[in-house]
């Protein structure tokens, strides 16, 4: 064990944020405390008393750099030595173009990685209320279910509430249980990514009559009811329930988590006219996730109605959806720079309790945190990333670079909500492409496409002058 000191920063919460930044910090040669509540206080979502237990999806997204801008984020914690990063493609699962891992391997191993490093005291047990006044140093990183003595202690120190929002979990079901004379193994244009043949979903395919039907029993199921204080809570719009997108229209989900485009049914060579996908859960192979399925139905419902769907008429589930409340603070109000509270320094934040949405950028702010914490330790000047790159994007969002509310004052609640990572969060090019790379003239969607792998190419380039004028310094005795 390392000898805690006044050097020693302390990080609340071994999530995806807080376990990314105790390996920052740990990797200059600072002493961290990381402290988790969980198994002695647990929350409404996990499961386990792991760190970085994943209680959504097991999908980090889209692993494709060059055009997409989670695939970016994924290059950029890479070179940037994320823990996250290197437990996920260690334990990557079959999943298309996406980067998808076994979630009890994947948090096995931050957990493992953690215990063993020397310099990482780990303290199970809540922080009720603000930390202690001579803890000089410290990440919070509680993510979306922090407790809740800590938000009102956060509430009163600052003047003002959290934000909230819901978000939902899709259900697992067990793979003996799909019937796969239905459904067939396809990823979409047969699409191959990390640890992928082309094949990495199981599609169950519904015709016109049975979307129908299915639509009218997700309309008519019987859902959560929400308490009084919950009423007012808006969804975020990347995790919407299956549910509420049908509520948007008929042919929503047809157009969402549900369309066809690409998927050949082999009984028939042809798209069906609606598609549910299950993506692999685990590295035995046999749990699979519901893909875009997260869920408000009470559990009995989800049971009936999901079985609706040919494939999974006689399905077994190993996990049911559920839906939480996520909080959030008015990071641009109140957070600086380098992601400190403003009316008290010592405390810093980092994860989705920032107001960035998604477990990539959730890491991604911890790397980011536990960085400027170390910095704080060792003297080495903490530089922010530039706004040309994904992290340095993400970080301007939620200290400053979202939209201004209709009343010019920034950091209002009408003005920040939660943010995954995309192209428009970064600066746009000088000159939009009118050629490729190999000199030939770009036409319509190419130049967009041939845009977003410039962008990325740039973002990689000013990554790399910033990894090397920011780099770490290790401590000496």
Request: hydrophobic share 40%; with cysteine; proline share 6%.
């Amino acid at each position: 064990m390392p000898t805690v000191g006044s050097t020693a920063v302390h990080v609340i919460g071994a999530g995806l944020a807080g376990s990314e930044a105790a390996h920052q910090i740990a990797i200059t040669g600072t002493p961290v405390v990381l402290h988790e509540m969980r198994p002695i206080r647990s929350t409404e979502a996990h499961k386990t008393d792991g760190f970085a237990e994943l209680v959504c999806s097991n999908s980090f997204r889209s692993d494709d750099w060059e055009n997409n801008a989670v695939g970016l984020l994924h290059e950029e914690l890479r070179r940037a030595g994320s823990l996250i990063m290197a437990a996920a493609d260690k334990h990557k699962l079959p999943a298309g173009g996406a980067l998808a891992v076994d979630r009890d391997a994947f948090s096995a191993e931050i957990t493992a990685q953690l215990s063993a490093n020397p310099l990482v005291t780990i303290e199970r047990g809540e922080i009720a209320g603000l930390p202690p006044d001579d803890w000089g140093n410290v990440i919070i990183a509680t993510g979306p279910l922090t407790s809740p003595s800590l938000s009102s202690a956060l509430g009163g120190l600052t003047g003002e509430d959290s934000l909230a929002f819901f978000d939902a979990i899709a259900p697992v079901v067990h793979r003996e249980s799909i019937d796969t004379s239905l459904a067939w193994f396809q990823s979409r244009y047969d699409k191959a990514g990390p640890a992928g043949t082309g094949a990495d979903y199981l599609n169950c395919p519904m015709s016109k009559d049975e979307y129908e039907a299915f639509v009218d029993a997700l309309l008519a199921g019987e859902k959560t009811i929400f308490k009084e204080w919950e009423a007012s809570t808006p969804y975020f719009d990347g995790c919407l329930p299956i549910e509420v997108m049908a509520e948007r229209g008929r042919e929503t989900l047809r157009y969402g988590p549900m369309k066809p485009v690409g998927l050949d049914d082999p009984r028939t060579g042809r798209w069906p006219y609606a598609v549910v996908q299950l993506r692999q859960d685990n590295a035995l192979g046999t749990l699979w996730n519901m893909v875009g399925f997260q869920t408000k139905l009470k559990h009995a419902e989800q049971v009936r109605i999901f079985r609706m769907i040919p494939g999974l008429q006689n399905a077994e589930f190993a996990r049911l959806g559920g839906l939480h409340r996520n909080t959030y603070l008015n990071s641009p109000k109140l957070l600086d720079g380098s992601l400190r509270l403003k009316a008290m320094p010592r405390l810093r934040f980092a994860g989705q309790v920032t107001g960035v949405e998604g477990y990539i950028e959730s890491a991604a702010i911890g790397l980011l945190a536990g960085r400027f914490a170390a910095a704080d330790v060792t003297g080495f000047p903490s530089q922010a990333p530039p706004v040309t790159t994904a992290l340095g994007a993400l970080l301007s969002h939620i200290t400053g670079g979202h939209l201004i509310a209709d009343d010019g004052e920034r950091g209002s609640p009408r003005s920040f909500q939660p943010m995954n990572i995309n192209y428009g969060l970064l600066p746009d090019l000088d000159a939009n492409p009118t050629h490729d790379i190999a000199g030939q003239r770009l036409k319509g969607p190419e130049r967009g496409r041939e845009k977003k792998r410039m962008m990325s190419r740039r973002a990689l380039a000013d990554l790399t002058r910033w990894l090397g004028d920011a780099a770490p310094v290790r401590r000496t005795a």
